[in-house]
Every structure is written in C-alpha cells, then in structure tokens.
C-alpha cells in the first residue's frame, strides 16, 4: 500500500513557475513508477508526466513538454513536478499517482495508476 500526499499549489500569475511535491509512504516506494495528472472543472483528468521508478526515463503530455520537470528522490520517499511558464490553461487540481510497476512507459492513463493522492490546486491567472 501507498499513501500519497500532494502540496505546492496555489495562485500564480501567467508566466510564473510553481513546483508540485508528493510526499509518499509505503514499504513499497521506490520500486513504484509515478505518474502526474490534472484535472480541470468539466473535464476529464488527463496525463500530465510520469517517472519510472528509478527516475531514469520520463514522459510527458505534449501540451506540458519543455516547461514541466518531473523528478524523484526515492531517499526522500518523494516526486516532484517543475512547472514553468505557466499558462491560465494549465488551471486544474493537480494529483500525483503511483503504479504497483516499476514501468512508467505507457502508463498515461488514469486507470494504469493504482495509489492517489487527493490533489492540490494549481490556479494560473492571466
């Protein structure tokens, strides 16, 4: 089992830069891959990025690719998710996600993540 714990959002302006933290707990940490989604009011939750689980490959949406950084410190039971050059599309509750695979290729749907967060919120004012 892991337990998920999502901070760091909150309100920026556009252009800004927040980073995403997910505190994880769990015997099983650091042989999880681990995944970013986001989730908008009306929508579906989408893909943002994933990690395997030694941190060695990483994926992202191509609407995030060049502005956003996923990483992991499995010392630190813990991934992160850099977000630069915000945009107001980018407003959502963001939710961090962990695989019971140590394989993060592929992995870009909800349904292919086994342990979630709660989210945090990430509001972009333009």
């Known amino acids: 089992q892991v337990q998920l714990v999502e901070s760091g959002g909150g309100l920026v302006q556009a252009g800004g830069s927040l980073r995403l933290s997910c505190a994880a707990s769990?015997?099983?940490?650091?042989?999880?891959?681990m995944g970013w989604f986001r989730q908008a009011p009306g929508k579906e939750r989408e893909f943002v990025s994933a990690?395997?689980?030694?941190?060695?490959?990483?994926y992202y949406a191509n609407s995030v690719k060049g502005r956003f950084t996923i990483s992991r410190d499995n010392a630190k039971n813990a991934v992160y998710l850099q977000m630069n050059s915000l945009k107001p599309e980018d407003t959502a509750v963001y939710y961090c996600?962990?695989?019971?695979?140590?394989?993060?290729?592929?992995?870009?749907?909800?349904?292919?993540?086994?342990?979630w967060g709660q989210g945090t919120q990430v509001t972009v004012s333009s």
């Open positions: 769990g015997r099983t940490f650091g042989n999880n891959a």
């Open positions: 996600a962990a695989r019971r695979s140590t394989i993060a290729a592929g992995a870009t749907t909800p349904r292919s993540y086994d342990y």
């Open positions: 990690i395997h689980w030694t941190g060695a490959n990483t």
